[in-house]
């Protein structure tokens, strides 16, 4: 961004009320923590040690050239789905968990890869080069991909970094902070709004009048559509709803804050909304969200739930919100063992489902743009309600032997990539994060339980294990992440939380949202509610990231009415101002609200099932 290259000379204002979208002076002393397009920072160990593993202690991919095992060799040992159980699927989590891991993803980290390059072709300049290009090599013994070179970019090591370190870093192209930078992308980016207005670009089953290779895909050769934030908004269809569900929910709250408040700018409506939404998502992904992927004992140890009611100030100006080296290479990654074979649809009557296969949809909006995205509806009652995969070992076919494989052929290894990713950006071993977490370290393959004998067949030392497969081996409560993961994950999202100045629940007189404003958004806030305005469903579980079960209240989309009454509140500028009338008309619309989803209740609305 442009703030960056001046960063030097400028001052930060000591009192925005609202974020910048590069996350620039989020943190007032050091402003590029967080920010997009600095490099991704790496945790240090008990004796500061910076937890960084290359070969060469500089820049050489671990295990290079022949330490490790190559890493599609480590896929097809532990996570090839037709060894794994019989049923695959998760008892509890819905698609759209799986789903919007991946969008919040997309909020705090992009590394920056380069594309185009064809590391197994001897006539490329690269070839050979290791600083862009780490191949690895299918086995003969596959049982899918043809032996041999298997294409690999490095991603690019980070050059114009103040904190830069003796050891090749990478860069993290979007903001760090849980800022919603899926949807406002890093701001530089204009066309993602309509002109002189505070409304977002809508999809183009809305909006543009044709759709086969319509304006979507042509925009996407500037790797970007004119409705997201984000350039990987259609990498699948799972994805690209839940970019349109922002979009769409931006605009319906902006017309209404618009209008409530006709006097303000388009400017201010577009801010307002703005705040609001990463208020919510904030919300979502500490409350709701969090607690299905991490522990209870994690969820606590690192104070990630919000308190029930009104400011919490947790703000540590000393805590660096950066995503690190490391998080989004491995425990992050969780969410892939997630992924379903298939990208279906559910008719209105949540039972005719109609089967897509994965592999067929990736890097592909046509599945969900057809006939002006008429599959749509379809498309959200079957990620909303049906279970994903289980958080394990093992990765459907789809993205474990044919990811992309319409685009570029044969297809590849998502698990490969990630485990060579992890080698390719020095990302230590299992065992040392174990160690880091304060986990017992592994001595024998034993110690893996079923797994490891497979494992003693692929590494040559227990010290070796790749930390994406070793987490992915470790069992979790009730189905979440292992203990490892866990404590990664639990360490980032207390970053994430606490490093945060503009926090949602901050009571920071410069850009504080009012107690009762505050108040409302922890009520009423569900993700479940806007899914179902959104997408014009009639109902939908309480809980989207839960498959329903019979005898749950379900949410109706007329419950949503009641639910704007907090847009009501009065935002002064400076937003300080607790105003009693509104809060009493806010208490009344409350009880009304109340006394309507009471009979809403009692009229019994059919059952999800
Ligand atoms: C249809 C589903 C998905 C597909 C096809 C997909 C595919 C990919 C691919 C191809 C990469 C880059 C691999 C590399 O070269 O390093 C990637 C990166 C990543 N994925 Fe996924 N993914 C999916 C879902 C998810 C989910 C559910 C999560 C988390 C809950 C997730 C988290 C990540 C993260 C953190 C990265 C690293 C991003 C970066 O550093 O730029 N993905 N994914
Ligand atoms: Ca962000």
Redesign the pocket.
């Known amino acids: 961004s442009s703030n960056h290259k001046c960063r030097e000379e400028t001052v930060c204002p000591q009192s925005a009320r609202y974020r910048t979208f590069s996350?620039y002076c989020n943190n007032l002393r050091n402003p590029s923590w967080g920010q997009a397009g600095t490099a991704q920072r790496r945790l240090s160990d008990r004796n500061g040690k910076p937890m960084v593993a290359y070969e060469d202690g500089v820049s050489m991919p671990r295990g290079f050239p022949d330490r490790l095992p190559d890493p599609r060799v480590v896929s097809n040992a532990v996570s090839d789905s037709s060894f794994g159980p019989k049923h695959q699927s998760d008892r509890k989590r819905t698609g759209q968990h799986m789903s919007f891991g991946q969008l919040l993803a997309h909020?705090?980290i992009e590394t920056d890869i380069p594309s185009g390059i064809d590391c197994c072709n001897r006539l490329e300049p690269e070839f050979g080069n290791l600083d862009e290009c780490f191949p690895f090599e299918i086995p003969y013994s596959d049982k899918r991909l043809p032996a041999g070179c298997k294409n690999f970019i490095r991603a690019r090591a980070a050059t114009n970094d103040v904190n830069l370190q003796v050891y090749r870093e990478q860069i993290n192209l979007?903001?760090?902070?849980?800022?919603c930078?899926f949807l406002y992308g890093d701001g530089v980016d204009e066309t993602l709004r309509v002109q002189n207005s505070f409304l977002m670009r809508t999809d183009p089953g809305n909006l543009l009048p044709t759709i086969d290779g319509g304006a979507c895909l042509k925009l996407k050769t500037e790797n970007r559509c004119p409705f997201a934030g984000d350039g990987r908004s259609t990498e699948a269809p799972n994805l690209s709803l839940n970019h349109l569900v922002f979009v769409r929910y931006h605009n319906r709250l902006s017309t209404q804050l618009y209008k409530l408040n006709p006097c303000w700018s388009n400017e201010m409506v577009f801010q307002e909304t703005r705040r609001i939404i990463i208020a919510q998502v904030q919300h979502i992904t500490y409350n709701h969200f969090l607690p299905l992927v991490v522990d209870r004992k994690t969820m606590q140890r690192f104070k990630l739930f919000s308190k029930k009611r009104g400011f919490n100030d947790v703000y540590d100006k000393k805590v660096d919100a950066s995503s690190f080296n490391s998080f989004g290479i491995a425990p992050w990654r969780y969410g892939h063992s997630q992924i379903m074979a298939e990208q279906s649809e559910l008719k209105d009557d949540f039972k005719t489902i109609v089967t897509h296969k994965l592999e067929d949809n990736l890097e592909s909006p046509d599945l969900w743009q057809t006939n002006f995205g008429e599959r749509i509806e379809d498309l959200t009652r079957w990620l909303a309600t049906k279970p994903a995969q289980k958080i394990d070992s093992f990765l459907v076919d789809g993205a474990r032997d044919k990811l992309f494989f319409i685009k570029t052929p044969p297809g590849t290894d998502l698990y490969a990539l990630n485990i060579q990713r992890g080698r390719d950006q020095g990302v230590p071993a299992y065992n040392e994060w174990r160690k880091f977490c304060g986990l017992r370290k592994f001595r024998s393959f034993e110690d893996f339980g079923e797994f490891g004998s497979k494992l003693a067949k692929v590494y040559k030392t227990v010290k070796d294990v790749d930390l994406f497969i070793g987490g992915l081996l470790e069992r979790g409560e009730d189905g979440g992440v292992g203990p490892t993961f866990a404590c990664l994950i639990g360490t980032q999202f207390f970053r994430f939380k606490v490093g945060d100045r503009f926090w949602y629940e901050s009571s920071d007189p410069d850009f504080a949202f009012t107690k009762g404003q505050l108040n409302s958004i922890k009520s009423a806030t569900l993700l479940s509610q806007i899914w179902c305005t959104e997408f014009g469903q009639n109902k939908i579980q309480k809980d989207i990231f839960q498959i329903p079960c019979k005898n749950k209240f379900t949410i109706t989309k007329k419950d949503f009415n009641g639910m704007v009454t907090w847009y009501r509140v009065r935002v002064s500028r400076r937003g300080t101002v607790f105003d009693p009338e509104t809060a009493r008309e806010n208490e009344r619309e409350r009880k009304r609200v109340k006394g309507r989803m009471r009979e809403e209740k009692e009229r019994k609305v059919e059952i999800v099932k």
């Open positions: 996350g909020d705090f979007i903001s760090s902070y849980i800022d930078s």
